[in-house]
């Protein structure tokens, strides 16, 4: 049945042409990303690796709209990112990008459903059917008995699962990681990277940043940074099938 | 998220701090509770002093007595005693010369003791005219008032107030039965209603009190009594003459009040040597209660001003501890779609239920304040009965008025306050860079 179907592209959902970030610190200055271009298609799940200082954070910050390159561009669902303003720039994280990180940055005060509910009540306009949303997600992820705890009540892997939850909640075109399992143990590390392939296989987009290669032998593209330049990129394992992406990606 | 939603937040984020969260309220409700008792307690004796003004009459003119200081009399002193004072002539003069005075009426006073069988009260026996009751608004509960009967037959009959009755009286009917007052008999023919004590006037500092009053006839007191009367003074008893101790002269329209008022002293003036006599114009105490009062308004917004400052203060330097270390909060919320303005919206909803709460609290607290000022009262009358009874009246009868406009200004004010105080704070939060708050800790 794959040889009968054309090879078709994947649709582009993240595409950064000739970027680079520059920070002056003192008197000298670091290039932190140095003309850097590559692109996201659907169902993509990419590792980035490199030495600590080769500008991980920095790309995944500019992939997240949580800062903008000095030059170069970052299409993102069709857009110029790169000349937002501040608020452009919060709707779009909030509406196409999700985010783990590898401190959980869960909400202390507010339960584990209510957790997974913040990126709800940033939605202009609303998205429908939010608390059955949430509900489903829990039980997604496994934590439908512990929808009333708090944060400080759950273990570093069941956190993580609750930030995975709150990542899928507004349904984005992109789920952008940073070390999401700097701080757990191996045998846990694993379960979340089933979780997270699980999701690629249903067609989600995912950018993680590790340094463990074991945990970036899980993607499908390995990309090394150096200093601040795209080192090698290499593939694991062949990209996903064209499925029906959009009706697969809102079954989760 | 709905304002509701945001405020619920607001409130839990709040509950994680109790303590630090009860002391901002804190600083608030005591600066609303402070407003709210100070107005109702403003408002209280300003009441109170319009009303016992309004009580002497918006459209009279009283002229009293008054006795020359120490040293003027001595000059005017002779073994007969000092002189002064308004004179039957003056009462006279005043009829008779002054157009615009509808009705003026003469009145003489003096204390003494007043006696049935074993109950004695220091009264003040008072010599007027039937007019008088009128004036002064006295109604009769029992019997009747003095008549003009009783004024041309120089009758012995005496008019009681309702406290000297009862004080006299304690068992049996008053009346028909005779009472003494110094050493005269008189018969009791009539009973006062209550009432209320009226302004302070003329040199004495004491409202007018009603209640040891009583009223014969004025040319009874005359007759019986006289304008000679020995008083004692620092051990030593005085003689002093004296016709008249006050005329009340009433016009038809408040308009002729203050030029009547004119007329009366340039009148006097001709006449009387030095000034022992003083016009006072009911009116003019109102216009004059009324500008203390207004002075006393903006006084008070002064100290609520300061007080909701201070509170202020105290909410803005919660919410900046609360926005640093809560930064981590931030740049999540930043980074999963939330925009500065929502973050300032966050923050300021939570200045907002601190203040509204302290507000609240404030107003809860300020409708107690007139119970409270009762109770103070009850246990100072009750264990320190010497310090009560030193109190001045004023004090001794103040019941505080809630002002409707101080409750609600109060609570207003104290919402603006957690706004203006909150605004800083929470566009310091949403001011972050969201890379930086995220790696905050
Ligand atoms: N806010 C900043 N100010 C100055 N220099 C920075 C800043 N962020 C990153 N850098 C520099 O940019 C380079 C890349 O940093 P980063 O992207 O954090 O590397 P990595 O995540 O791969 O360790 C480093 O040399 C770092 O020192
Ligand atoms: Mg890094």
């Known amino acids: 049945m794959n040889e009968l179907q054309p090879t078709v592209d994947r649709e582009i959902v993240a595409s950064i042409v000739g970027v680079s970030k520059v920070y002056k610190l003192g008197g000298h200055t670091v290039r932190a990303l140095d003309n850097v271009s590559i692109d996201f298609r659907q169902g993509d799940f990419v590792a980035i690796m490199g030495s600590s200082g080769s ?19 970052y299409i993102l669902a069709g857009r110029d990112v790169a000349a937002m303003d501040d608020e452009t720039l919060s709707r779009i994280r909030g509406r196409y990008l999700g985010f783990i990180f590898q401190s959980y940055n869960l909400i202390q005060q507010l339960s584990v459903v209510e957790n997974i509910e913040v990126p709800l009540s940033y939605q202009r306009p609303p998205l429908p059917g939010g608390r059955e949303r949430c509900l489903k ?3 997604l992820v496994g934590l439908s008995g512990r929808l009333g705890h708090r944060p400080t009540e759950l273990s570093g892997g069941q956190q993580q699962r609750v930030a995975i939850a709150r990542a899928l909640v507004n349904n984005p075109h992109v789920i952008l990681a940073d070390e999401p399992t700097g701080n757990l143990d191996t045998a846990t590390s694993h379960e979340i990277m089933d979780l997270l392939d699980a999701l690629n296989r249903a067609g989600r987009t995912i950018v993680m940043v590790t340094h463990e290669n074991d945990i970036a032998e899980r993607a499908r593209r390995i990309v090394r940074l150096r200093d601040g330049r795209i080192d090698t990129i290499s593939e ?3 990209a996903l099938p064209v499925v029906s992406g959009s009706i697969a990606l809102e079954r989760l | 998220m709905s304002l509701l939603q945001q405020l619920r937040l607001g409130f839990r984020s709040l509950m994680l ?5 009860a002391l901002a309220v804190l600083g608030i409700l005591i600066g609303v509770t402070a407003v709210i008792w100070l107005v109702a307690m403003g408002e209280g004796v300003s009441y109170q002093a319009q009303q016992q003004i309004k009580d002497l009459g918006a459209t009279s003119i009283i002229i009293r007595s008054i006795k020359p200081s120490e040293e003027s009399s001595r000059d005017v002193g002779s073994r007969f005693g000092i002189s002064y004072g308004l004179l039957r002539d003056d009462y006279e003069r005043i009829v008779t010369n002054v157009p615009t005075i509808s009705r003026a009426v003469p009145m003489r006073e003096i204390s003494r003791e007043v006696r049935h069988r074993e109950y004695a009260i220091d009264g003040q026996a008072i010599g007027c005219t039937p007019d008088y009751f009128g004036m002064n608004r006295l109604t009769i509960a029992r019997g009747r008032a003095i008549s003009e009967v009783d004024m041309k037959g120089y009758a012995n009959v005496v008019v009681l107030a309702w406290e000297a ?3 006299l009286f304690p ?8 009472v003494q007052i110094g050493t005269e008999f008189y018969v009791v023919v009539g009973i006062a209603a ?22 014969i006839p004025l040319s009874t007191f005359r007759a019986r009594i006289g304008d000679r009367v020995f008083t004692l003074r620092a051990g030593t008893t005085q003689l002093e003459t004296v016709e008249l101790t006050q005329i009340t002269a009433v016009v038809e329209d408040m308009k002729e009040v203050d030029a009547t008022a004119d007329i009366i002293r340039s009148l006097l003036q001709r006449y009387h040597k030095s000034v022992d006599y003083a016009v006072v114009v009911p009116k003019e105490l109102l216009e004059q209660a009324e500008t203390m009062r207004a002075m006393f308004n903006v006084l008070l917004l002064l100290i609520a001003g300061i007080s909701l400052l201070v509170g202020g203060i105290g909410i803005m330097n919660i919410m900046l ?9 931030i740049g999540i919320r930043r980074a999963l779609g939330a925009t500065k303005g929502e973050i300032v919206r966050q923050f300021l909803c939570e200045t907002v239920v601190l203040a509204g709460t302290g507000g609240l609290l404030g107003v809860a607290f300020g409708f107690l304040c007139g119970p409270t000022v009762n109770g103070v009262r009850m246990a100072v009358g009750a264990f320190l009965p010497e310090v009560w009874s030193a109190l001045p009246p004023n004090i001794r009868n103040l019941e505080p008025r809630l002002a409707p406009w101080s409750i609600i200004a109060a609570f207003a004010i104290s919402v603006g306050v957690g706004i203006l105080f909150g605004i800083y704070p929470a566009r310091r939060a949403a001011s972050m860079d969201p890379i930086e708050a995220l790696r905050h800790e």
């Open chain 2, 321 to 329: 501890a609360t926005v640093t270390e809560r930064t981590r909060e």
């Open chain 2, 171 to 178: 068992i049996e009917d008053p009346l028909g039965r005779a």
């Open chain 1, 55 to 73: 500008g991980k954070s920095t790309l995944l910050n500019l992939l997240g709209c949580l800062d903008r390159p000095d030059s170069g561009q």
């Open chain 2, 165 to 167: 009755a009862r004080k």
């Open chain 1, 236 to 238: 694991v394992r062949p």
């Open chain 2, 17 to 21: 701090h109790k303590l630090r969260s």
């Open chain 1, 137 to 139: 997600l829990a039980e």
């Open chain 2, 194 to 215: 209550e009432r209320t004590a009226a302004a302070a006037i003329g040199g004495s500092l004491d409202a007018r009190q009603y209640d040891r009053d009583v009223y």
